[in-house]
């Protein structure tokens, strides 16, 4: 059967190099053999896990703190609970329930749209959310369920995103490419030619990550949020601040491996750069909220009080999985999630304090303020 990585190699043979966006565009989102496309690629027996995916108390605490963003922008209906890239679908189906048992009145008023581009993953989010109680409704593009006041949540679903890679030289940044080798095997190369864009300093050897399809989205739906209300919630792997490194990262079966040995075999991520998403959404006009670290979040949101009301009416097996769930997903070590994910949003500028989240910046013009 013809691979990815044998259709990379003939693209590449035909046209010559590729960029790295269009390489991770390609491995993870190509219509036949993208990673996504062919694969349910979570759990032990997968590639990887996702916070969703550790514990029940994750997507119930998201479901909470999305009942507080309903009440802080004046309880509209009806509204759209929106989320991106939804996995097994297990964020959104704990999420709603927490929803449904605290608040009725945002039950009644609540639009349930998912957006997913992979079938297999669809599939199993129809199974996950088959007896949620609320209709559901799919969209294959981002912009499509864009309509009136939004609550956007995006777990892990930036961080798949193409993104451009930039070497600086000694004559100035050089987009970085995937090409062949003299042996006909893949390769990162930089273009001959320096970008002719100012992109900022450039100390060779450093890294400049652009993710231009993340930075749209955040701008697409900033934009939205000013004029129709809402917020969007963004929780992903990555800094506070704008590295100058190679981010670019391969996993296959829990264990890093070459991102161009096996293009659409293993999940590419790079980590998310929430400096630079907070700059879009405030150029949009749009209030930021963190970054806050996930572990700080998760406990503001009251993970440890969730947690012992859920041991009460555990066996002793159950408690133990629940203490190591709340370890992983706030430890601040290596092999913990609680620092090295990150908690960001940003909302119509009317919302002063999110639940959990600092106010980071707010525009100081406020000719938006037209909240529905
Ligand atoms: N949020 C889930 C899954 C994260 S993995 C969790 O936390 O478990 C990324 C998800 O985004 C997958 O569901 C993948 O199929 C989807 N996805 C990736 N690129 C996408 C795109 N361009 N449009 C829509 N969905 C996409």
């Known amino acids: 059967m013809r691979t990815l990585k044998d259709e990379i190699i003939a693209m590449i043979r035909l046209e010559g190099p590729i960029t790295v966006?269009?390489?991770?565009?390609?491995?993870?989102?190509?219509?036949?053999?993208?990673?996504?496309?062919?694969?349910?690629?979570?759990?032990?027996?997968?590639?990887?896990?996702?916070?969703?995916?550790?514990?029940?108390?994750?997507?119930?605490?998201?479901?909470?703190?999305?009942?507080?963003?309903?009440?802080?922008?004046?309880?509209?209906?009806?509204?759209?609970?929106?989320?991106?890239?939804?996995?097994?679908?297990?964020?959104?189906?704990?999420?709603?329930?927490?929803?449904?048992?605290?608040?009725?009145?945002?039950?009644?008023?609540?639009?349930?749209?998912?957006?997913?581009?992979?079938?297999?993953?669809?599939?199993?989010?129809?199974?996950?959310?088959?007896?949620?109680?609320?209709?559901?409704?799919?969209?294959?593009?981002?912009?499509?369920?864009?309509?009136?006041?939004?609550?956007?949540?995006?777990?892990?679903?930036?961080?798949?995103?193409?993104?451009?890679?930039?070497?600086?030289?000694?004559?100035?940044?050089?987009?970085?490419?995937?090409?062949?080798?003299?042996?006909?095997?893949?390769?990162?190369?930089?273009?001959?030619?320096?970008?002719?864009?100012?992109?900022?300093?450039?100390?060779?050897?450093?890294?400049?990550?652009?993710?231009?399809?993340?930075?749209?989205?955040?701008?697409?739906?900033?934009?939205?949020?000013?004029?129709?209300?809402g917020v969007a919630l963004l929780i992903d792997y990555g800094a506070f601040a704008e590295g100058r490194t190679d981010t670019l990262q391969a996993v296959k079966h829990h264990r890093f491996v070459d991102p161009l040995a096996e293009p659409g075999e293993a999940d590419l991520t790079t980590q998310v750069n929430f400096e630079r998403l907070a700059m879009t959404a405030a150029l949009a006009n749009a209030s930021v909220h963190g970054p806050s670290a996930q572990g700080a979040f998760l406990q503001s949101l009251g993970l440890d009080y969730r947690a012992e009301a859920l041991k009460t009416r555990a066996t002793s097996a159950q408690r133990f999985e629940i203490d190591a769930a709340v370890t992983r997903l706030t430890a601040m070590t290596e092999r913990g999630m609680g620092d090295l994910f990150k908690v960001m949003a940003f909302s119509h500028p009317s919302l002063k304090a999110l639940h959990g989240l600092h106010l980071a910046s707010s525009p100081d013009h406020h000719q938006t303020d037209e909240e529905t």
């Open 21 to 229: 966006e269009r390489y991770m565009d390609l491995c993870l989102g190509h219509p036949a053999l993208g990673y996504y496309i062919t694969r349910d690629p979570f759990g032990k027996d997968g590639d990887f896990i996702t916070a969703p995916e550790i514990s029940q108390m994750f997507g119930e605490l998201i479901g909470v703190w999305a009942v507080q963003a309903w009440r802080d922008m004046g309880s509209p209906a009806p509204v759209r609970l929106i989320e991106l890239g939804p996995g097994r679908g297990t964020l959104m189906a704990d999420c709603l329930r927490a929803i449904m048992a605290s608040a009725p009145d945002m039950t009644a008023a609540l639009e349930v749209h998912l957006v997913e581009t992979s079938p297999v993953l669809r599939a199993r989010q129809q199974q996950t959310l088959g007896d949620a109680g609320v209709a559901v409704i799919w969209h294959d593009e981002i912009t499509a369920p864009l309509k009136g006041p939004v609550i956007i949540l995006a777990n892990e679903f930036m961080d798949a995103l193409p993104l451009q890679q930039f070497l600086a030289t000694q004559t100035g940044w050089h987009e970085r490419l995937v090409g062949l080798d003299d042996d006909g095997a893949l390769m990162f190369g930089v273009s001959a030619e320096p970008t002719p864009d100012d992109i900022g300093e450039a100390e060779p050897g450093d890294v400049m990550e652009i993710p231009r399809a993340a930075q749209r989205l955040v701008r697409y739906l900033a934009e939205h949020i000013v004029v129709h209300g």
